[in-house]
């Protein structure tokens, strides 16, 4: 599977509702994973704690769509776009970057991009 192919699932995966089990498909052991310009996380058991902490906030998606998905050899850009009620009912509409870096069908490096302010 090229890295197009793999990227359009994951985005397949995500947009259905199925984070974690993409994050198991495609996520690599040693994968660094970034918010901004916060620390990064190593490894793909702590960052698979923040992903499962992230899902167990959110109380509902609303919607979640990646209407951009630009891929350069094995350096993916995914434009994410969500509208999601988190528990305790804040409602939040989504628009970040994630910046992908691949190899061997698995991401290795990933950094979201957003506007704290927004």
Known sequence: MSTREAANDLVQLVTK?????????????????????????????????????????????HAMSAPSVVVDGDDVVIHWIGDVTFKGGVRVAMDQLAQQTWKDGKIVRERFVYDTAA
């Open 17 to 61: 509702g199925k984070l974690m089990e993409a994050f198991e498909k495609y996520y690599d052991e040693d994968v660094v994973m970034q918010e901004n310009r916060k620390e990064p996380t190593v490894g793909k058991t702590a960052n698979r704690v923040r992903e499962e902490q992230f899902v167990g906030s959110v109380e509902a998606v």
